[in-house]
């Protein structure tokens, strides 16, 4: 078979590429997506789809490859993904939130056969691409022309893969996300652990056709994809895409096209309920609004429901596909709590130090099993052997769990905080400020925010008889860090203070952060 050749090839049964061909013979009519009011029917969606599969095989893309991406959310990029997702290849969508030095960084870690960019972000790249090697060919993202003609995979990649059916564990999605660790790393899903997790989901969260879906985080996380959106189409549901998160944009939305479910982390429904137009604003239609990234608080919960919204606490990582945990229903007593295990996914608790498995009532750190868990880290098997123990996935979270089996997140092992729904490493921002010649050296605590859920305080130490004010070490980070890392305060302190055997003092550092006057974050830092 040559690459031309586009016979049916056999797709193994948990496959995702089918889910819009099997919906365009159903409901070839039906919207299947609407982008800022521009709207394709599935049966539109699966030609374009076709045509983007023909031109990666002509131009030598198959099974194995990394297609990366640096797009908003738009028709083109779900073009994109569904036509990778039917040759076998990876697709990789990454930050346009990064910096450049970061997404080049990004870049040179997923090693990428092909690399697809929005108009938009154009000059980012240009400009990340200065900070590499080697790039790969590069694709302007968008139009009938680059879904038909598509520069030819380079000679260095090896030779190009021979067309086959997809199989159930070829590589779907590479989602980099922020650890404990410096480095982001990239979260390997397959195909079967999509499939998994999306029927788990619809356990949970009814998605049918009549349904009209909200999108609102990027497509450069897990849940723009995993949490809804991937049912929906399944479901043959319409699926709204907003480019960004605004406030003054969405609630209006949601009356004009009839939104009947959607996803958004706290800040999104901080942000939302803060609007002066929330109170006034027609809700109706929304049936439920499911929550994800943090635990809702508790009055932000009740402001929502008194506007008579149903809203569905969930717990998940990356890591797990993402979907771990959910309160589904309105039940009042399982308010703060992140309910029970999704079906198909299992959950225990071990202690932390021995690794032992708790019964019962207990207390320790979540692990999880389950077919949509992941099998390992992109290129990483020493990362990969860290994040389990015994087949189970460890989360580094602590969580409580108490005699109905009903799970509260309780605190973190791993040294990371969820700031707007995004996971910061403080070891990645430590690092970034220590690259400023006069910084010794950095620790970055968090402090709790009522919008942002946390944000990061950053302690320095400077060189001796040095002096840098707060406005330099914010330019700094933000030269090299994407908004959300950078921290809201710096202070200079002589030293960091140190444990007995020489680690810093961290839960000291936090009691001085708390102790803080933080000064607003404008909106736009986070939401953009």
């Not at 040559?2 to 049964?13: F, G, Q, R, S, Y």
């Not at 099998?375 to 996935?393: E, I, K, N, Q, S």
């Not at 008889?465 to 200079?492: C, N, Q, T, W, Y």
Request: proline share 7%; aromatic share 6%; net charge negative.
């Amino acid at each position: 078979m040559n690459a031309l050749d586009l016979t049916p090839l056999v797709d193994e049964p948990h496959t995702v590429a089918r889910w819009v061909r099997d919906r365009a013979r159903l409901s070839p009519a039906s919207t299947a997506i609407d982008d800022r009011g521009v709207r394709i029917d599935y049966a539109t969606l699966a030609e374009r789809v076709a045509g983007f599969v023909e031109a990666l095989r002509a131009a030598g893309y198959g099974a194995g490859d990394r297609v990366a991406t640096v797009s908003g959310n738009s028709i083109d990029h779900v073009v994109a993904f569904f036509g990778c997702a039917s040759v076998g290849a990876a697709f990789v969508p990454l930050s346009w939130r990064a910096a450049a030095g970061e997404l080049a960084a990004l870049i040179a870690r997923a090693r990428p056969q092909l690399l697809l960019v929005d108009d938009e972000y154009a000059g980012l790249v240009a400009e990340a691409r200065t900070h590499l090697d080697t790039v790969p060919p590069v694709a302007v993202l968008g139009g009938h022309t680059s879904e038909r003609v598509l520069p030819p995979r380079h000679p260095d990649h090896g030779a190009a893969p021979r067309p086959r059916g997809v199989r159930d564990d070829d590589p779907l999605l590479v989602i980099f996300t922020s650890g404990s660790e410096a480095s982001p790393k990239g979260v390997v899903l397959t195909h079967a652990n999509c499939f998994w997790n999306n029927l788990a989901l619809a356990g949970a969260i009814e998605i049918a056709a009549h349904d009209v879906v909200l999108t609102m985080l990027p497509q450069f996380h897990i849940a723009a994809w995993n949490v809804q959106p991937l049912l929906a189409w399944w479901a043959g549901a319409t699926v709204v895409l907003e480019r960004s998160f605004q406030p003054s944009r969405v609630l209006p939305l949601i009356a004009d096209r009839g939104v009947t479910v959607m996803m958004g982390v706290p800040t999104q429904y901080r942000l939302l309920a803060d609007d002066p137009r929330f109170a006034a604003s027609d809700l109706s239609s929304l049936r439920v609004a499911q929550v994800g990234g943090a635990t809702m608080p508790a009055d932000l919960h009740a402001t929502w429901r008194a506007r008579g919204v149903r809203l569905a606490q969930g717990y998940g990582l990356t890591e797990a596909g993402p979907n771990v945990l959910t309160v589904p229903g309105e039940t009042d007593d399982l308010v703060g709590t992140v309910g029970r295990p999704y079906r198909h996914v299992d959950v225990a608790l071990i202690d932390p130090e021995t690794g032992d498995l708790l019964d019962g009532a207990a207390t320790g750190e979540l692990v999880v099993q389950g077919p949509s868990v992941t099998p390992g880290y992109l290129d990483d098997p020493d990362a990969t052997a860290r994040a389990f123990v015994g087949g189970w996935l460890r989360t580094g979270d602590l969580a409580e769990r108490d005699a109905r089996g009903v799970y509260r997140i309780v605190d973190r092992r791993k040294e990371i905080f969820i700031s707007g729904g995004e996971n910061v490493a403080p070891a990645e921002v430590e690092a970034a400020l220590r690259t400023h010649p006069l910084v010794v050296d950095a620790a970055v605590v968090p402090v709790p925010d009522r919008v942002w859920g946390e944000r990061g305080v950053a302690f320095v130490t400077l060189a001796q008889r040095a002096v840098v004010g707060e406005d330099e070490l914010d330019a700094h980070a933000r030269g090299i860090l994407s908004s959300v890392k950078v921290p809201v305060r710096f202070v200079v302190v002589d030293e960091l203070p140190r444990s007995a055997v020489d680690k810093i003092a961290r839960r000291r550092l936090r009691e001085r952060a708390a102790a803080l006057v933080l000064e607003p974050r404008r909106i736009d830092e986070h939401s953009r």
